[in-house]
């Protein structure tokens, strides 16, 4: 929290009071670059309305010397009280050596200058400069939005245009877009758009079909983690997605086929290894092996065996043509996710 000092002569009616404020370092990181690019922008915002815009300087992080930035730090203001100096990406591209000597320098940053440092990657947070950053009062972490904070994210965003959202539209949008928040802002304003030219005041689920195309990045990726979690409504929603954009029924299949395989891997091996063993067993790789664990918590062994052998049924017959690949994959997720 700043903390103002008032510098001047003992008060009296003429007395000019000027306000200085300490020094204070931001730490801004995640994977979220929309959110964070915001929180970035609101700084500046202030900064700007506090003290003008001359005293603003942003720094690559890459090849940054902490001589270099130590001088920039200590430099005085231009025809102002304060300096804001923006580091892009040091934790993520500068050298050890490099960010060992930075950390100690900004430690004694004087209360004229002010920093933020930004990154839109995940640092290592094994470092020094890391762990110090990170303990701040003004660090900001930004990790991608799951599906309830996407849902809030949209449901806000909504109401500061003054508009509204049915929730089965809320739900297709988040499952033909993902976490990209500067698509999902995009579409919202074209939904937007397109309801009030029918006269109306909420964004409908045929108004997201109609409109929006669905990434099939995340739907692959989600698809799986549905079926896996046994979320009958989400599965089948990105289903219809995948179907949408046109991809094939039968990579949708081997999607399937492959969570289940991985599934039956991870669990014969769970109740001897670690999950840094299975994942080094197994060739899988750590992330599947971990958020496969936590999924297995509503499968048994016997579940997977059966789910396994009735996909190589379906697989067999729609190989020979006896049954349809579309129809049977569409029975099997709401069978396998109502067990």
């Not at 918590?297 to 396994?308: A, C, H, P, Q």
């Not at 190989?319 to 997720?333: F, H, N, R, S, Y």
Request: aromatic share 10%; charged share 30%; with cysteine.
């Amino acid at each position: 929290m700043s903390v103002s000092e008032i510098i001047g002569p003992k008060p009296n009616s003429n007395t000019v009071f000027k306000f200085i404020t300490y020094s204070m370092i931001h730490f801004i990181y995640g994977d979220d670059n929309f959110r964070s690019l915001e929180a970035l922008k609101k700084i500046e915002i202030d900064f700007i309305r506090n003290y003008g815009d001359f005293n603003i300087e942003k720094i690559s992080g890459e090849g940054l010397k902490s001589d270099s930035l130590g001088s920039k730090i200590q430099a005085l203001p231009f025809l102002g009280d304060k300096r804001l100096i923006i580091i892009d990406n040091l934790l993520t591209s500068g050298t050890k050596d490099e960010k060992d000597k930075i950390y100690k320098t900004i430690q004694s940053a004087p209360e004229t200058t002010d920093l933020v440092f930004f990154e839109d990657k995940q640092p290592d947070r094994r470092e020094s400069i890391f762990k110090y950053l990170d303990k701040l009062p003004h660090k900001q972490f930004f990790p991608q939005l799951d599906d309830f904070g996407l849902r809030k994210w949209i449901m806000g965003h909504i109401e500061q245009n003054n508009f509204k959202i049915s929730n089965p539209a809320c739900a297709r949008l988040i499952s033909y877009v993902g976490t990209d928040l500067f698509r999902l802002k995009n579409e919202l304003a074209r939904l937007i758009d397109f309801a009030r030219s029918n006269d109306r005041d909420q964004i409908e689920d045929y108004d997201v079909d109609e409109l929006v195309e669905p990434n099939n990045n995340y739907k692959i990726f989600d698809l799986t983690d549905a079926i896996a979690q046994r979320n009958i409504h989400k599965a089948i929603l990105v289903l219809h997605a995948f179907r949408k954009s046109g991809e094939d029924n039968y990579r949708i299949f081997n999607l399937i086929v492959h969570q289940i395989r991985t599934m039956l891997i991870i669990n014969d091996l769970s109740g001897k290894l670690t999950a840094d063993q299975i994942a080094k067993e197994s060739g899988i790789h750590p992330f599947v092996v971990k958020k496969t664990l936590a999924s297995l918590r509503n499968f048994s062994g016997d579940d997977l065996e059966k789910m396994y052998l009735r996909l190589e049924d379906i697989d067999w017959k729609a190989k020979t043509g006896a049954a349809d690949i579309a129809v049977t994959t569409e029975l099997l997720i709401v069978d396998f996710c109502g067990k």
